[in-house]
């Protein structure tokens, strides 16, 4: 048994060879049920062969830390332009990118990028709520649903537009975004998530059994796109500019919301909800703010989801989907701004860029989260936080 | 109809009562929701479809189905138990003394992972249980009662006895619960606390593992999404108990079969999954702290 | 010049936790403009009573009248709003935030922007964060931590992070202040800093009520002296007559005596 916890590698040959081997043995003979002995066969050897190499390369002090800093060193000595000028370059670089995409870009890339663009809004939202004041919602995607089925049902059922729907959509789900918060206030950090998780699958079962409203598992088709100057916004490349303008309005007021008085509550009452309480914030009233706050965004998230598929169904509404959210805001970095935006970006574009290896995609999701978590759980960028 | 229901309940219920117990025995030690338990239990599903397979094919089972049956058993138990304690080891362990966040998104990284694995290696469509037991049953108090029914409430009738006894009078038992109380003074006294967390885990996976080798014989078929659901349900009858007491969950297991049962079959079986969510919101505002749980109230 | 208005009066209270009885009809008062010392063995209840005045605990029993009105059941951040403000025994800072944002986000309740003035970034708004900027460096150079301003929280020294406490319940704008063993784990030195910092405080017009370990503090800067043993208030008075008063020695002696 001290094998498997101890990790010093003892100093003989011998020693790391049967380390090795046990461990390749151990996680062969567990895959062997599944798949069989040909595959248990070759996970044994594969593995086998991977730890023994590491356990050489340890023993010759080749590190990776090593070698990036020899690199890094490399890279500084490259007379490169100063941070600042460095950063506006980036930015230049990136808004041209940005901007001019669906001139070069064919319709299957803008599509992901109109995703992207939802996906940020989702996550800037979540990241409010997680992120800056650290409560674990993880049945964000009702609050998505809530705002994409609003709107699909004021248009198709009612009629109303885009621009009118918007409104009472927004409405709708901010007070469901309050309803949930009442409840979930007095719940310390487990029992919340698992309470906004099972508001979340009320949310996505009563869509899928409510037919006579909702369709059920058909879902809602024929919404409307919306109406501006005129004519529909139908055409992709100029839907993809219509979510840009939202994406940038809803950073830029999430942004100047994080660095004011309400902003700074929220990170306060994350980082200690008592001494908050102590110095004189309304922890209550703050808590529901952030609920709130981002219900409202991920209602703007799903009417623009509604109005670009033209079509909704309970199965876009998954507990899979809060948790997707939740790792953009967990892989940019947990309260970080830009770093929620890069997120939310590599986890639409990556699996769709990989699409050959898309079998095994939630496999690297799974494996993926597990190993952020234990070696970078700040995150990409990292925030202000954990 | 009563009857039926009830028993039905009783069946479900000890189901649940099995799972819940390892979920509420990880919580005492770790604090932790151990998201990936539910998916232990689908894979202890489907290595009981495996092994019985496998004994089928060299004539052991035609031979003597209940020694087949039992090598199934046992052979489920050992992977799971084996599957829960490299789990622990990989994906928990170094995250100990992280934040609480961290080990839980973990965990659903390691329940992502599994069912994944298993709908990569078994195939996303149902896996058949072969028809074992005749469909025979006996009447009683007025209703039918299949033998698929008592051998599941006898089997996790026994199991919760046993598990009670290991709890109450081994020294490795009164050693969890030890450090379910204070992991810090536990060590203090020479407990191995890395030692405990694993047999906790270790039992946990094993009872998760006859969970799902029943509901696989009950049901006949499985598929690799049962874990999600049946892990909610679990953890709703482990905070229905009290989280962390072992015969909260055992009782919340039961509580929450019954009242699932009944429901089903009085009011809407359609919405038979909300039921358990509602209950479990309905318990998380009124007594977080369940039945038998105690109310925590944090130290200033 | 003892005022003949009490700023605090406690009256009766008792909270108990199941069986336990942490405090028992303690009654006391506090002038304006006075530090008092509320001393006893560990376990007395003190940092109970600190719960109850500031609203972490509902007292079972009893009432608290701050300023003339009654407050015994109130949560903190309204007992703050009104004016009563602590600092905690085992450092609540916010240890993610800079120093200077732990003094900023303190004056939470003396300020005003909602969410329509931050999204907007009005004139108002901008004015007002300057202000809590400005106040905040001030507040830092009363506890002489200005130089740290930008700092995390987290990676001062033990010291420094005592002193920030005190920034930031001062940012609070309260009339009575209540200090959770402002001196613990500090060496001489530090020790008589604090002590000046908070005879700095009473200039300025501060209340103060302490929970102290340490004698020298207790018996130097200390108007009246109240103390209490298992929740029950056995003695008050001035340094002098604490000092010699044969209950208090048991108290603390007899603790010593026994095993």
């Given amino acids: 048994m001290s094998r498997f916890t101890s990790t010093s590698y003892g100093n003989s040959p011998i020693h790391r060879f049967t380390h090795s081997l046990i461990i390749a043995l151990w996680f062969s003979l567990l895959f062997f049920p599944f798949k069989g002995l040909e595959a248990a066969g070759i996970l044994f050897v594969v593995l086998f062969t991977a730890l023994f190499l590491l356990n050489i390369l340890k023993r010759r002090r080749v590190s990776i830390k090593g070698t990036i800093t020899n690199f890094k060193k490399y890279f500084s000595a490259l007379k490169l332009p100063e941070s600042k000028t460095r950063s506006i370059a980036l930015i230049f670089l990136i808004s041209t990118v940005v901007l001019t995409l669906p001139l070069y870009g064919h319709d299957y890339l803008i599509d992901i990028a109109v995703l992207s663009g939802i996906y940020i809004i989702l996550a800037q939202g979540l990241n409010v709520v997680v992120g800056f004041t650290g409560l674990l919602n993880l049945g964000f995607v009702a609050f998505y649903a809530i705002g994409a089925y609003s709107y699909a049902l004021l248009n198709t059922k009612l009629g109303i537009g885009f621009w009118t729907s918007m409104p009472l959509s927004l409405a709708v789900v901010t007070l469901s975004g309050f309803i949930l918060a009442i409840p979930a206030l007095r719940l310390r950090g487990d029992y919340l998530a698992i309470v906004t998780l099972g508001f979340g699958e009320i949310v996505r079962l009563v869509l899928n059994n409510w037919d006579s409203l909702t369709k059920g598992p058909n879902g809602i088709s024929g919404i409307e796109p919306p109406y501006l100057f005129g004519m529909h916004i139908g055409r992709l490349s100029h839907f993809y500019y219509f979510i840009l303008i939202f994406v940038l309005v809803a950073v830029f007021i999430i942004r100047r919301v994080a660095d004011s008085r309400i902003g700074r509550a929220w990170i306060a009452i994350r980082e200690d909800e008592i001494a908050s309480s102590s110095i004189g914030i309304n922890t209550t009233a703050y808590k529901l703010y952030s609920f709130a706050f981002g219900a409202f965004w991920a209602g703007v998230a799903g009417i623009l989801f509604a109005a670009k598929m033209q079509f909704v169904s309970p199965e876009s509404f998954t507990f899979m989907e809060s948790v997707l959210i939740l790792c953009m805001v967990i892989l940019g970095g947990i309260g970080s701004i830009p770093g929620v935006i890069l997120g939310a970006v590599i986890l639409v574009m990556l699996p769709e860029m990989l699409r050959e290896i898309q079998l095994y995609r939630m496999l690297a999701l799974g494996s993926g989260l597990v190993m952020l978590m234990i070696f970078r759980p700040q995150g990409l960028i990292g925030g202000k936080g954990q | ?300 | 010049m003892t005022s003949m208005v009490f700023l605090l009066e406690v009256r009766d209270l008792t909270k108990h936790f199941g069986g336990i009885r942490a405090i028992e009809e303690v009654r006391f008062r506090a002038n304006e403009g006075s530090i008092t010392s509320i001393i006893g063995p560990n376990g007395a209840g003190k940092t109970t009573l600190f719960n109850c005045l500031t609203g972490i605990t509902s007292p079972t029993k009893g009432a608290i009248s701050f300023s003339d009105r009654e407050i015994a059941g109130l949560k903190p951040d309204s007992i703050v709003k009104l004016g009563l403000a602590r600092t905690f025994q085992n450092i609540r800072l916010f240890k993610e935030m800079t120093v200077i944002e732990n003094v900023m986000v303190s004056q939470h309740c003396r300020t005003k922007s909602g969410l329509l003035s931050a999204m907007l970034r009005s004139n108002r708004f901008k004015n007002e964060e300057k202000a809590i900027s400005e106040k905040a460096i001030e507040y830092l150079e009363l506890v002489g931590l200005e130089s740290y301003a930008g700092v995390l929280a987290c990676s001062l020294p033990y010291g420094s992070q005592k002193r920030l406490e005190i920034a930031r319940v001062i940012a609070t704008e309260p009339r009575l202040l209540l200090l959770d063993e402002p001196t613990a784990g500090m060496n001489p030195q530090e020790t008589g800093e604090m002590m000046e910092l908070i005879k700095k405080l009473q200039e300025l017009g501060k209340t103060i009520i302490l929970i102290e370990h340490d004698m020298k503090v207790v018996m130097g800067i200390s108007e009246n002296i109240i103390v209490l043993d298992h929740g029950v208030k056995i003695a008050e008075g001035i340094p002098s007559e604490i000092r010699s008063n044969p209950l208090v020695i048991e108290a603390y002696l007899g603790k010593e005596h026994s095993a």
């Fill in chain 2, 1 to 300: 109809m009563f009857t039926q229901q009830l028993i039905n309940g009783l069946t479900l219920g000890g189901v649940y009562a099995l799972i819940a117990l390892g979920y509420t025995m990880v919580y005492g030690i770790l604090e932790l929701i151990n998201f990936a338990h539910g998916e232990i239990y689908m894979l202890g599903a489907y290595l009981g479809i495996i092994f019985l397979a496998f004994f089928t094919a060299i004539g052991l089972t035609s031979y003597s189905l209940p020694l087949a049956l039992i090598l199934t058993f046992i052979l489920s138990v050992v992977f799971c138990s084996s599957y829960g304690f490299t789990i622990e080891k990989i994906a928990y362990k170094p995250l100990r003394n992280a934040p609480r966040l961290s080990p839980l998104i973990s965990a659903i990284g390691v329940s992502i992972f599994l069912q994944n694995y298993v709908m990569l290696t078994q195939g996303a469509s149902d896996k058949i249980f072969p028809h074992l037991f005749e469909k025979t049953s006996i009447e009683l108090m007025g209703t039918s009662v299949t033998y698929t029914q008592i051998f599941i409430i006898a089997v996790s009738t026994v199991l919760m006895f046993f598990l009670n006894l290991f709890i109450t009078k081994t020294r490795t038992g009164k050693a969890m619960r030890a450090v379910a109380q204070d992991k810090m003074m536990s060590s203090l006294v020479g407990i191995n606390i890395d030692t405990v967390i694993s047999v906790t885990f270790i039992i946990g996976s094993g009872l998760a593992a006859v969970a799902g080798l029943m509901v696989a014989i009950y049901y006949g078929l499985v598929n690799y999404s049962i874990g999600y659901i049946a892990g909610i349900k679990a953890f709703t009858a482990a905070v229905l108990g009290g989280i962390g007491s072992i015969p909260g969950a055992m009782f919340g297991g039961i509580l929450l079969g019954l009242v699932e049962s009944l429901s089903a079959g009085y009011i809407s079986s359609e919405y038979k999954d909300a039921y358990a969510f509602v209950i479990l919101i309905i318990i998380l505002l009124i007594k977080p702290s369940g039945l038998f749980g105690k109310t925590q109230e944090e130290k200033v």
